[in-house]
T-cell receptor
Framework: EAGVAQSPRYKIIEKRQSVAFWCNPI?????LYWYQQILGQGPKLLIQ????????DSQLPKDRFSAERLKGVDSTLKIQPAKLEDSAVYLC???????????????FGQGTRLTVV | KQEVTQIPAALSVPEGENLVLNCSFT??????LQWFRQDPGKGLTSLLL?????REQTSGRLNASLDKSSGRSTLYIAASQPGDSATYLC?????????FGTGTRLTVIP
């Protein structure tokens, strides 16, 4: 079974530039998550999709971050314009179904390491 | 709001030793708890998933326990090996989110 695919693996940009990350979840997984992991910290949820609908985006800095999941499969996360504090690893994860009773295991991609200079 | 704490933040042990990593959470209304391993520069690898109705799960040299009422989970690693060196993260699953701890960085010394 193929895992969660993310690209690119690494990205270096200057502040105020824009950047986009791509995620392809495991086939059949309805739930897709984007997490931000700053060095030395645990991952923090940015946005969660159930199929192509947003379940939770309460911690997404909407003035600069946006995400979409067209057709309920692949997803892109965009930052525009980037700030120095956005330097982090951006992790995509997927699971068969949503949190709650009967919630299933989450699988993570390799992540995209973003450096903003 | 759920808060997840992992103690210790870092741990070094000699090869062959058994060890325990701790995870505590403030809101016991969880549906499951998952332990992950993260190698430097890599994503998260799922190790064990414990449903809220379960007390423990085992996979090879790993055993995870869950005491939902006291808000605690432990990850027991038997006969540690240098290849076990990594950061171990626990995550609790609530209504629609995974809340992560900050992890324990484990170093197994040959």
């Amino acid at each position: 079974e193929a895992g969660v695919a993310q690209s690119p693996r690494y990205k270096i940009i200057e502040k105020r530039q824009s950047v986009a990350f791509w995620c392809n979840p495991i086939s059949g997984h309805a739930t897709l998550y984007w997490y931000q992991q700053i060095l030395g910290q645990g991952p923090k949820l940015l946005i969660q999709f159930q199929n192509n609908g947003v379940v939770d985006d309460s911690q997404l800095p909407k003035d600069r971050f946006s995400a979409e999941r067209l057709k309920g499969v692949d997803s892109t996360l965009k930052i525009q314009p980037a700030k120095l504090e956005d330097s982090a690893v951006y992790l995509c994860a997927s699971s068969l179904n949503l949190g709650g009773q009967g919630s299933t295991e989450a699988f993570f991609g390799q992540g995209t390491r973003l450096t903003v200079v | 709001k759920q808060e997840v704490t992992q103690i210790p933040a870092a741990l070094s042990v000699p090869e062959g030793e058994n060890l325990v990593l701790n995870c505590s959470f403030t809101d016991s209304a969880i549906y499951n708890l998952q332990w992950f391993r993260q190698d430097p520069g890599k994503g998260l690898t799922s190790l064990l998933l414990i449903q809220s109705s379960q007390r423990e799960q085992t996979s090879g040299r790993l055993n995870a326990s869950l005491d939902k009422s006291s808000g605690r989970s432990t990850l027991y690693i038997a006969a540690s090996q240098p290849g076990d060196s990594a950061t171990y993260l626990c995550a609790v699953c609530g209504a629609n989110n995974l809340f992560f701890g900050t992890g324990t960085r484990l170093t197994v010394i040959p």
